[in-house]
């Protein structure tokens, strides 16, 4: 089992930046590949970020490449999202997410193969 629980979010205006983490908690966080998602009221889930366990390898939403950044520090159990150059069509709720993938490949843009969600943290940026 693997806790997840993100910090960092809040409102800022249009073009600032904000710093979102995600502790984990429970087995090896090395073994696991992290995301992040986000949802606006009214859509659905979408992707944002992902890392590989080793953080080697990146994927990023096309809207969201640039300006945010996915890393993560394996000995502080923690993943850590970036956001530069905010836009209010950021808003959401970001959520990180963890799948055990200590090799092999997976689809790490769906939603469906992370076994682990965080309750969430609210991200508002005004125009």
């Known amino acids: 089992q693997v806790h997840l629980v993100e910090a960092g979010g809040g409102l800022v205006q249009a073009g600032g930046s904000l710093r979102l983490s995600c502790a984990a908690s429970?087995?090896?966080?090395?073994?696991?590949?992290m995301g992040w998602f986000r949802q606006a009221p009214g859509k659905e889930r979408e992707f944002v970020a992902a890392?590989?366990?080793?953080?080697?390898?990146?994927y990023y939403e096309d809207s969201v490449k640039g300006r945010f950044t996915i890393s993560r520090d394996n000995a502080k159990n923690t993943v850590y999202l970036q956001m530069n150059s905010l836009e209010p069509e950021d808003t959401a709720v970001y959520y990180c997410?963890?799948?055990?993938?200590?090799?092999?490949?997976?689809?790490?843009?769906?939603?469906?193969?992370?076994?682990?969600w965080g309750q969430g943290t609210q991200v508002t940026v005004a125009s």
């Open positions: 429970g087995r090896t966080f090395s073994n696991y590949a």
């Open positions: 890392i590989t366990w080793s953080g080697g390898s990146t």
């Open positions: 997410a963890a799948v055990d993938l200590p090799a092999g490949w997976a689809n790490l843009y769906s939603s469906r193969v992370y076994g682990y």
